[in-house]
């Protein structure tokens, strides 16, 4: 597998998504820095990257623009079937963080396993709302679940 075929550039169509408050845009940013950092991106088709994402959303489905060198690709996705891990991972993140403010470490770490859990989860639904579309692997797949949940959280 050729090293080329990896993110190198996210862009997000921030006219076509819910609004973002500045700390939901730290949180994007973040997201975005994290997943170019590192991933592993194979699109069906394409012969080698580096590629570019765009990410909209079109008649409420997210809509994956992919391109890389001779290779242009939009996979558009409904998100129905991720709304609950998508809602609960956001739930569960507030949970968090509130207990990072004062609960015993026990607290903080029941929270996180669960918070872990859920990410782990929603990576694997993704990855499976993809498949066939684009290949990627667990981590690539965690880190681009934080971003869709980024992309969707409400200020």
Do not use: W
């Amino acid at each position: 597998m050729s090293a080329t075929h990896k993110l190198t550039a996210i862009e997000i169509d921030n006219a076509s998504l819910p609004a973002a408050t500045a700390e939901i845009e730290h949180e994007r940013r973040v997201a975005i820095f994290d997943l170019v950092e590192q991933n592993r991106f194979v699109p069906e088709g394409a012969a080698g990257g580096p590629y570019a994402l765009k990410l909209s959303s079109q008649d409420n489905r997210l809509a994956f623009e992919i391109t890389g060198p001779d290779f242009s690709r939009t996979h558009v996705l409904s998100l129905t079937p991720m709304k609950t891990v998508i809602r609960d991972y956001g739930l569960i993140c507030e949970s968090y963080y509130e207990a990072l403010r004062g609960s015993s470490p026990s607290q903080i770490e029941s929270v996180d396993m669960g918070r872990r859990g859920l990410h782990n989860e929603g990576a694997a639904l993704l990855k499976a709302r993809l498949e066939g579309k684009v290949e990627m692997d667990q981590e690539t797949a965690r880190r681009l679940f934080t971003l869709v949940c980024a992309l969707y959280r409400r200020g």
